[in-house]
DNA sequence: CTGAAAGCGCTAACAT
DNA sequence: ATGTTAGCGCTTTCAG
């Protein structure tokens, strides 16, 4: 009990009377053990309070001691989203019981070499992409298949968990017809990110079969492209009578612009997000659902127990009805 | 290239022509190196894309391969707050160059021991205390001294980074006090959370001098134990005219409930928070600044680069003036 | 200034 | 069923 030095295998298998070898058996249950050595073993761990080293065992398996969360975006400024904390609070949070640890960080889009480098570190255990796009994924090397997800766009090697924007959208868009809107547009995501392309597919479908014209601006999730975005939707079309963005923030800087412009929400045009944020209930933003957290909870969960996943898992998205459309 | 397996500092050493010890010194850059065999171990490394493995080193150094967060509370709920999320996410990005992860653990209020047991696990590189007692701060082992830091209250073994609870809380009540208020009560902290008692101390050491008399009802951060801290308030002393919260969430519920008693704000009852959380600007409630970002980069800085730190760092909180008060 | 050798804690053949 | 042995990638005395 002196220095309290944290206890080794080599500690439990001496109390427990037995090798080393027989130790590890039953400590990391494989292998065969007699019911005798595995009851001794067991109370010899549980005496000394013994916790594996994951070092060690990363050392001798080549398996890495960290998940990498790989952030995909123009610049370091990506890190700085309230999405991004989420996420990585819970992979923290379901590493912790393997004895891994998390480690956020930015890839640039056009320095795809980085993503190797990153990738070439023995540490990381698992991968997870964040905003990725398929030459990225393309990217990810061999040893870490079948330890990698992507939260986003997949790929026939990484298979994705996201939050389903199609269905999400999709029901916004009905609920905008359902309330008599039928000069509808759109504030879209960044060109390169494919995975808002489903938001944008889902909009146009609708609009299609409801004989509507599409009316799209590019945007890029922030509320100064929304505010910017809502004067070039009134500018090209005047007679809009809605405006889906494709975030809250995106639809909070509409909502601003529009109100500075005198324009009234919902009245004269009925405006939605998504994400479903907390500032979208107190500015009563009608939304659609983001379970950022279970998202981030399945793709973590997914990696860590090296479990064969569906090429993509999508979580449904609810709408949330509110008072800006 | 074929299989493209990462280089371990064998190889380095070998393409470099020198031994492993020598190619070791120079890539940690401890011990002795000619210049010439430096400059050809840096050409190999680079050449080769070498990336240290960080679990070998951790083995070796008996050092740890993660950052632990462990966040003390009442219930697992504790994780479920933005705060963390916040901390999480900047550390993780920290310890990104350094070759560690960062894993969250909650540990209950009220089970010491389970702290004892967290960082018996040699995987422990460092520790971040996070909203903890005495008592628990007592319990950090000898292992992970000077490895330690604890986000809020501190202690003689483990220094602390944290805001200035002290000094916000008073220029929210300078601020109450200069435009007339004179009846000002507080919502505060839980009792055993050490940190909040800054606050109250700052608030009463004010109204103290200014020969006024304290109310204070205890609340526990949450926008629930707000509302009903605010009928609490105004049921024992009537004719208060200010309510200084110990939070942003605690302030929001203050205002829903008063408001929903047909009490004006800031008309009749002026309310402040503390954190200025994206929320408060949409509200447009008068609070303090909380840069958690900042503090928890500052506090896992400190642990990595095992540098001795003042005992205490008290990071800035400014006024934020909006409507509320 | 450099290399040889031992060892960090653990696992996985390979004997027994 | 259990023990022996070698080795994961790296650092670090200790000799040269």
């Given at each position: 009990m002196a220095a309290h030095r944290p206890a080794t295998l080599a500690?439990?298998?001496r109390v427990a009377g037995v090798s080393r070898s027989t130790a590890s058996r039953v400590i990391a249950g494989t292998g065969f053990a007699s019911p005798t050595a595995r009851e001794r073993v067991r109370a010899a761990a549980d005496r000394l309070g013994y916790v594996p080293n994951s070092a060690a065992r990363a050392l001798v398996h080549g398996t890495g001691v960290r998940l990498l969360?790989?952030?995909?975006?123009?610049s370091p400024a990506v890190l700085d989203d309230s999405y991004v904390d989420q996420a990585v609070a819970a992979m923290a949070r379901v590493c912790a019981p393997y004895g891994l640890g998390v480690t956020v960080q930015w890839v640039p889009l056009d320095v795809p070499d980085e993503l190797t480098r990153l990738t070439d570190d023995r540490?990381?255990?698992?991968?997870?992409?964040?905003?990725?796009?398929?030459a990225l994924?393309?990217?990810?090397?061999?040893?870490?298949r079948g330890r990698s997800v992507s939260i986003g766009i997949g790929s026939a090697a990484v298979p994705s968990v996201d939050i389903d924007n199609g269905g999400g959208t999709a029901a916004i868009v009905r609920h905008l017809y359902a309330v008599g809107r039928r000069r509808i547009a759109m504030v879209t995501g960044p060109r390169w990110l494919a995975c808002a392309h489903r938001s944008v597919e889902a909009?146009?479908?609708?609009?299609?079969?409801?004989?509507?014209p599409a009316r799209?601006?590019?945007g890029d999730f922030s509320a100064a492209r929304g505010r910017a975005a809502a004067r070039e939707v009134l500018r090209r079309w005047p007679d809009t009578d809605a405006i889906v963005g494709i975030s809250d923030a995106t639809a909070l800087g509409v909502i601003g612009q529009l109100r500075a412009d005198g324009v009234r929400v919902p009245d004269d045009v009925a405006v939605t997000g998504f994400d479903d944020i907390p500032l979208a209930s107190a500015v009563a933003l009608t939304t659609a659902s983001h379970p950022v957290r279970r998202i981030a909870t399945a793709a973590?969960?997914?990696?860590?127990?090296?479990?064969?996943?569906?090429?993509?898992?999508?979580?449904?998205?609810a709408l949330v009805l509110r008072d800006s459309a």
């Amino acid at each position: 009990m002196a220095a309290h030095r944290p206890a080794t295998l080599a500690d439990v298998a001496r109390v427990a009377g037995v090798s080393r070898s027989t130790a590890s058996r039953v400590i990391a249950g494989t292998g065969f053990a007699s019911p005798t050595a595995r009851e001794r073993v067991r109370a010899a761990a549980d005496r000394l309070g013994y916790v594996p080293n994951s070092a060690a065992r990363a050392l001798v398996h080549g398996t890495g001691v960290r998940l990498l969360v790989a952030v995909v975006g123009a610049s370091p400024a990506v890190l700085d989203d309230s999405y991004v904390d989420q996420a990585v609070a819970a992979m923290a949070r379901v590493c912790a019981p393997y004895g891994l640890g998390v480690t956020v960080q930015w890839v640039p889009l056009d320095v795809p070499d980085e993503l190797t480098r990153l990738t070439d570190d023995r540490g990381v255990a698992g991968l997870i992409m964040l905003n990725t796009t398929t030459a990225l994924l393309d990217l990810v090397p061999r040893r870490l298949r079948g330890r990698s997800v992507s939260i986003g766009i997949g790929s026939a090697a990484v298979p994705s968990v996201d939050i389903d924007n199609g269905g999400g959208t999709a029901a916004i868009v009905r609920h905008l017809y359902a309330v008599g809107r039928r000069r509808i547009a759109m504030v879209t995501g960044p060109r390169w990110l494919a995975c808002a392309h489903r938001s944008v597919e889902a909009y146009r479908g609708l609009l299609r079969d409801a004989g509507l014209p599409a009316r799209e601006v590019t945007g890029d999730f922030s509320a100064a492209r929304g505010r910017a975005a809502a004067r070039e939707v009134l500018r090209r079309w005047p007679d809009t009578d809605a405006i889906v963005g494709i975030s809250d923030a995106t639809a909070l800087g509409v909502i601003g612009q529009l109100r500075a412009d005198g324009v009234r929400v919902p009245d004269d045009v009925a405006v939605t997000g998504f994400d479903d944020i907390p500032l979208a209930s107190a500015v009563a933003l009608t939304t659609a659902s983001h379970p950022v957290r279970r998202i981030a909870t399945a793709a973590a969960t997914t990696v860590l127990e090296h479990r064969p996943a569906p090429a993509a898992t999508l979580f449904p998205s609810a709408l949330v009805l509110r008072d800006s459309a």
